[in-house]
């Protein structure tokens, strides 16, 4: 059966306690999106980070806000959208992680990993009413499974990274 044009969509509370169900969901979404496991894992994957930015930075865990997902199934590719209710933010001032001084630092990788794990993430900040990032998954993705390294199967010649 087709799963072409299905949507799921999510409101969550602004709670950390809600996250091991918002990656469930975003699993169960990517494998009726026909992605294989590696991808599944890179989307939860995303969508964990985008989610905890929403709710924290956004949100700042506010109790009266609400965060919601939006997860759209089409015939090549799947698209999630993640809106929170915070006051916005300017994706090109965030720090590049792999710059020196920040390499030691513990926090700041977050949206460096879902720009890795997607691909097409655009964040669209509404100043006074919140952000809303949209990610897209390509059902032929050109991001390579990273996980595994030398014990997986490598089709032709691997490049070192
Ligand atoms: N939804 C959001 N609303 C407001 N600011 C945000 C949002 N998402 C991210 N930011 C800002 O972008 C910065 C970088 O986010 P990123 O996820 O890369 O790192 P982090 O959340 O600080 O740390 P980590 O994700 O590694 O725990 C955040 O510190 C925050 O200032
Ligand atoms: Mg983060």
Redesign the pocket.
Known sequence: MSREGSVVELSLESSLDKMEMVEEVARRVSGMAGFDEESEFQIEMAVH??V???I????KQDPRKNVWLRFQIFGDRLEIR?R?E????D?A???D?LAEQNLL??????????QKFMDEVR?V?HPGS??E?IMIKRLNSKVRPRRGGRDREHEGHSTSS
Request: hydrophobic share 35%; aromatic share 6%; proline share 6%.
């Open positions: 980070e985008t905890i930015n929403a924290s930075h956004g949100n993640v929170d915070g006051r916005g933010f994706v001032s965030v720090p992680p630092s513990v926090s700041g990788r977050g949206i460096f990993l879902i964040v900040s919140g952000t990032v």
